[in-house]
Structures are given as C-alpha cells and as structure tokens.
C-alpha cells in the first residue's frame, strides 16, 4: 500500500503556471486552523502569497465550514473584524489582472469589501459588493486619477455561491462577470498604481464598516488577462466544483448528477482561434492531456476532463477487461464538443498519469481503459497498451484517437504484484483537544499489505520526531478508520505526517497537516465549575486580541458563543443551555484552549 501523493500541478484547470497564476487560495487546500478558527491559507499557485491572520492589530479569524457547497468547504467572515493579509505581495502587485472568486453573502451590506489591494482611495485593485449585490471595482491609477464602474444590483445573493471574475489591462480595460456572463465593461486605457501595501481579504483596512459578512471558497488571479479559450476552462473547472451553471460556454456536463457528478479536478484544452487556444493543460489532478502538434483541433473546440472522486485503488473492482487484472475505481468522463455543446473530434493526444508516491511500477503492465462505445462498462473494451515512463513518475500513452465524446477512462494494470495501482489516503487531519494534546485522525478506503502507521511530529516542518505507532487492519476493501493522541505537546505550531509501512518493509509518508497550540501561560482559570449561572473566564495577563468563547455540545456543535474585547475577567452566561457536560472553547488571535465544563439548571 502506498498514499496517493500530493501532485504538483498546473494552474487551477490546467490554466497557467507559477509564472503568471500569482496565486491561489482554495479553501480546500492549505487551511492551517485550530478548531476550524482559520490562522493561514495557503497559497497553492507555487508563490507563496499565503494569506495570514494578521497580529498587528486586534483582528477575529474566518472560520473553515465544511461541506459548505457541492461537498467543498468555505472560509466564512463574521463581518465584524474577521479578515486575512497577504503580507508578502510583490507578485501580486499588479498592472494587469485576471481575478475569480467564488463566494456568497450571508447578509448584504454596505459594504463587503471581499478583496483589496491598498487603502481606500488609493486601491491598486478592489473588489466590493453593496447592499443590493451591486458590484464596485474601483482602481487608482498612476496618475493619481480613479475611477469605480459598478454593476446594476442583485449580483453577489445570500444563500448561492457564483463565480465573479475581474480582468484589466490597459489595452481592453475593464471587465467583470458573473458565472460567465458580463456584469461589467468599460475602455479604461490608463496604468493602475502600485502601492506596495498588503493584499486584504475580507476587510478594507483604512475604513471601519467594511468587514465582509459572507463566505469566499477560492481565490484565483493571474498577472494577465486571460484569452477566452483560458476562461472558457477556468469557468468550466470552476463551475463544476462548485455547482454553478454558466451564462454561456458551460460545456462541462459530466459534473451534474445524472451524469455521475465528475465534478472534481476538471481541466481542458481547446482553441478558439489560432492565436486564442490551450494546447495542453493537467490542473490540480493526475491525468495531464495534450495535443504535442497532433492536427484536428480546430475552433470553438474543446477536450474537457473531470473524475468522480472514487478512491485511486483497485480492489473490489471486478469491471474488467480479459486480460486487465485491476483497475482504479476513479473514473474520468470526458466532453469533446464545440462551444455550441456539439460531438466534436479534437484528433490524436497525450493521455499521462503522474504516479508518484503509488508504490512500484513496471510501464508495460499499465493499460488506459476507455468505454468507447459509452455503454458504462469496461469489460467489452479492448485495453491499450504502451504506456512509456516519461521522466519521474510520469506514464504516457502516446497519440491516441481513443477519446470520444462522453466517454469514460481509467488507468488497470495487468500485473497488480508489479504494478498494484494501490489506495489512496482519504483524510488526515490534526486537531488541539486541549493546549498539550493533539488528537490525529485518518482514513484509508482500502488496504492491501499494509503493515503499521508512524505518526511523526515537527516544530519545524524538516526535522521529525517519531510518535505513537499504530497497527494497520493490514488488507481491506472498505473505509478503515484510524485514530490516536499526541500527548504532552508544547504550544505553538506544529506540523504532523503518516509514515505509512508495508510487510515488506517499503514505506511512504502522506501530506503535512499543521495545529497550534497555546502555551500553559495562556492557559484561563474557569470557575465556578460545575456552574448554574454565570461562568467567569480569568486570565492571568490581559490578553492581545478579543476572546471568543463558544460553548460546545457532547457532539461537538456550538450551542453558545460570546465574544468580548481583551479584558483579564470575562463573564459568560449560557442562558438557556439545558444542564449537562459541555466544552467551553476560549479563542483569541486563532489560538485557543478547550475547558470541560458541566452547567447545572
């Protein structure tokens, strides 16, 4: 058994590099969060531009909220002080742009300042919404004039996430959509100024009012405009993820339910013109496609691709083709139509799989199995063989004519003792149960020789300690779940990984996941307890950042929270709270301490 690695990646759809996608926050990616109040969010464009919680000033954290649209989670902004900084923000300085951002509202008000880029008057790039949804995009440009078009009202809702999309360059100027349809346009010819300050989510610094009451679930911007075959895909990726028809050029269909909702890593190529096309694209997932010169890709033609989020594993798997002994039971369906949702044929590609961190691989046992006929079976297709290591981990079958329009493909192989295409590693999360415990859980979909887990700790994220071992069930086609504790933990941050060991003796490690903890001298006295009123929270210095106390279910739901500014004595009354055991939870600055407290009525 070995995990499925984390892979790196072209930018989000297969659309751009580090070079010129400056960043990416997905809140699916990165999220560093104690008890889901959000401390970091990692930039995953390869840039660094992570966006903190800043310390310079009293400021609330987002929280990570799970499963908030189609299966994905969101980072939700209280809209009194929650916000987040990218501090390091040179490539983000910028005189042309390409922004998207998914989000919702959770109360329309003037004004949700959901990015900024600068202080108010003085914006190299901005992006608010008023009461009535209106969207505002002011910039300020070199010559110190400015100018702020907005769009009519009823654009960003309360309820429903859409795609917004802001592009500028001094040649076409000014444009924004939504889910793909233009909201706003103008002719603006003139240079933004750089203003060298931080880039601000959810707030506008220099003016008090505008924290955003509402939830952002990803961040993507180019330092260009992007050419219409670039967001054709990037919308398409984008609204099959989370859930969103487009206004025009929605020619991803595989991502809805009665088409077996393939929503997942969705990327493309296609042309509109012979100077407007993308020729080869990978995205966040394994599978990369391209054309390397092949003809038959002409205009308003694309290839798209999504998978169904299955597990990256072959046993229980018995759709097989003679001769295929085990296949993935992730499966990728495919659109190849023009921008009118037509059958086309885009001609001969590259099909590569990257198949790092998937245990050993012999490149002739690999066959790409395709459903042609597009019956939903496998087992009357004839397999393909001749798959060539490329460089790496990378595995390609070359020049292909084998996709068709929504037809589905997969990755089988003919010798699983050789080549096991084994199982992915579903989750691994780290959580602070209190300021010196970490309670680590995971999951696996299925397992064959695996022998044992090593969790492994780190203050520094090189330099690992060993910890607790933990006996894997050893073979399974079923999810298996594992949980342990780090006890006697130190505050602060801390980074944590699986090294996952075979019967042989082979091993792999999963992804980095990070907790923080508070240090003992943080640490509030809470009394009375057992309470029947009141409860006062005493800290023995007065603290930086406002409090947060929430008050937790023997579940884990909060059912009382109460926020207060620094003060060394906090009163806190759950007025209403049933009698029984609860946790209380005492945030501030995103680092927090959890308090068994029993409320007696």
Do not use: C
């Not at 000033?57 to 929650?82: E, K």
């Not at 949804?133 to 702020?148: A, E, M, Q």
């Not at 207060?564 to 004595?569: I, K, M, T």
């Not at 009163?571 to 055991?581: L, Y």
């Amino acid at each position: 058994m070995a995990f499925a690695p984390a892979m790196a990646q072209t930018g989000p759809g297969g659309v751009g590099t580090s070079a010129n996608n400056v960043l990416w926050l997905d809140a699916n990616y990165g999220v560093t969060h104690l008890l889901g109040a959000v401390t970091i969010w990692g930039d995953r464009s390869g840039n660094g531009n992570h966006a903190y919680l800043p310390s310079l000033i009293p400021l609330g954290t987002p929280n990570l909220v799970n499963n908030s649209v189609n299966g994905y989670p969101s980072l939700d902004f209280d809209g009194i002080d929650d916000q987040l900084w990218v501090t390091d923000h040179a490539s983000i300085d910028l005189t042309a742009w390409h922004f998207f951002v998914v989000l919702t509202a959770d109360v329309q008000k003037n004004y949700n300042a959901w990015l900024v880029k600068g202080d108010d008057s003085d914006e190299n790039f901005e992006m608010l919404s008023y009461s009535d949804g209106n969207i505002h995009t002011p910039t300020k440009y070199s010559d110190n004039t400015r100018t702020f078009p907005s769009s009519a009202g009823g654009q960003v809702v309360t309820g429903t996430f859409d795609i917004f999309e802001f592009s500028y360059n001094t040649t076409n100027g000014r444009d924004v959509y939504k889910n793909a349809g233009g909201i706003i346009t103008d002719n603006e010819s003139k240079t933004p100024k750089l203003n060298n300050l931080p880039l601000y989510i959810g707030n506008e610094r220099s003016t008090a009012g505008r924290e955003i009451n509402g939830d952002i679930a990803e961040v993507i911007a180019f330092n260009a405009r992007l050419n219409s075959t670039q967001r054709i895909i990037l919308n398409n990726y984008l609204a099959a993820k989370y859930d969103r028809g487009l206004a025009t050029n929605d020619l991803f269909v595989h991502d809805n339910t009665a088409n077996g909702d393939h929503d997942h890593d969705v990327a493309g190529i296609g042309r509109v013109s012979s100077s407007n096309l993308q020729t080869d694209s990978r995205g966040s997932g394994i599978v990369q496609i391209g054309k390397a010169g092949y003809g038959g890709l002409d205009d308003d033609e694309f290839l798209l691709w999504g998978h169904d989020n299955r597990a990256l594993g072959t046993f229980g798997v018995t759709d097989l083709p003679t001769g295929v002994l085990g296949r993935w039971e992730r499966v990728w369906k495919v659109n190849e139509v023009n921008t009118s949702g037509g059958a086309v044929n885009v001609g001969n590609v590259d099909i590569t799989f990257d198949l790092a961190g998937l245990g050993p691989v012999t490149d002739s046992d690999l066959r790409l199995l395709v459903d042609a006929d597009l019956d939903g079976v496998f087992a009357d297709e004839t397999p393909i063989s001749g798959a060539t290591l490329v460089s790496g981990t990378l595995y390609r079958f070359s020049n292909t004519n084998a996709l068709v329009n929504n037809a589905a493909f997969t990755l089988g192989t003919i010798n699983p003792e050789n080549t096991p295409l084994p199982i992915e590693l579903v989750s691994f999360n780290a959580v602070a149960v209190d300021h010196t415990t970490v309670r680590l859980d995971w999951s696996t979909a299925s397992e064959s020789g695996n022998d044992h887990f090593t969790v492994e700790r780190s203050s520094v994220a090189d330099e690992w300690s060993t910890g607790a071992t933990v006996e894997a069930v050893g073979n399974s086609s079923t999810l298996v779940e594992y949980t342990t504790d780090d006890r006697g933990v130190p505050g602060g941050t801390h980074y944590y990984r699986l090294l996952q060991t075979d019967v042989d003796g082979t091993s792999t490690t999963s992804e980095v996941v990070a907790v923080e903890l508070a240090n003992e001298v943080d640490r509030p006295v809470i009394f009375p307890n057992p309470s029947s009123g009141p409860v006062t929270v005493q800290f023995s210095s007065l603290p930086s950042h406002p409090v947060q106390l929430t008050l937790l279910d023997q579940v884990g739901r909060s059912v009382a929270m109460h926020r207060e500014e620094p003060s060394n004595l906090i009163v806190f009354d759950p007025v209403g709270i049933a009698s029984g055991s609860y946790v209380l939870q005492v945030l501030s600055a995103g680092v927090g301490t959890m308090h068994p407290l029993e409320v007696l009525r």
